[in-house]
């Protein structure tokens, strides 16, 4: 039987088309996938680590609250012009049970990173980083990273770099109107 | 036939290879020249880096404290003494993110200069040196964590030529 090349040829490229996207998916799987496909909409992964003042704090300590988990660096310019923001936003939503969270993944000292939070006028806790916790959400290779949940600790939305105010504004509200609102243990 | 086949498969697959390059910014460095030195003579040796397009690094000296400069490391070795590295100024930049504030960055092609000096008891022949270049970068509203990009280049070393023997002064006969 006489194989006709052109229909050799088709199939070949099929095949390697179909490679081709199987890496991408896979590719994709790897850098977004673990947080769109899995993370967002499931319980955060907990953690505790030390803030800036000495004080460790425990993630699901902060249940009742819808959180924003804001994953930044010292060396890192988009992150400090989301910080004023922050600021404004913690104490306009504060009151009705929102809490920001900052997670400092760089390599500087604890004094340069307190040094910069209170150049900054930070006025939420600022928790020392590791590279673990980090990987718990995804791998965070990009900063800033930035994660927001509902009351119930449960992952409504994530936003990678430097975003407007008001994407934050929408995030923080459904993150309110979402879950139970209980007493934060302590 | 088989020819065909084999194109068509290798195209394709260095089509996937390439969407599986690195992914973020990237610095790459140029294969360097091999530079010849003399056995205790200095030499430079011109390196030679390129940031992906869209992406930009600190210079050697940015302008705050907290970023992070682009520096070269390069290992100590035996038999060459590795000497003063020179960078290239940064161009003040103002970015998307801080557009009031001027940052001194390296992007596209910039060169690093490495001083060498090879022992002049070193035996002549090819060395390599290794070292690792640190450096961060950020794009327009993302930054990403610092990297090290492997750093080597060969040293070709050759012999000092014989130093002049010195003709003992001839006495003049006496006649």
Known sequence: MKRNPLILFF?????????FAGIRMARNNRANGF?????????APDFELPALDGKNLKLSGLRGKAVLLNFWATYCGPCKIEMPWFVELQKEYGPQGFQIVGV???DASTEDIAKFAKEMG??????LGKESVGES?????????TFFLDRDGKLIAREFGLQSRSVFVDHIKKAMSQGHAVQAQK | ????LASAFLLFSAWAQDDLGPQGPAVKMAPAPVVTVVQGKPATVPLSFRVSSGYHINSNHPKSEFLIPTVLKVEATTDIVIGRTTYPEGQDMSFAFAPDEKLNVYTGDFKVDVLVRPLRSVQAGKYIVRGTLKYQACDNAACYPPKQLPVSFDVKIAKAPPAPTKNPAQSPHAH
């Open chain 2, 1 to 4: 036939m088989k020819m065909l």
């Open chain 1, 104 to 106: 400092a993944m760089d």
């Open chain 1, 137 to 145: 959400y995804g791998g965070v290779s990009v900063l800033p990273t």
């Open chain 1, 35 to 43: 947080a769109k496909g899995q993370l967002i909409g499931q319980l």
């Open chain 1, 122 to 127: 930070v006025n939420y806790p600022i928790l």
């Open chain 1, 11 to 19: 199939i070949a490229a099929i095949v390697a088309a179909m490679l």
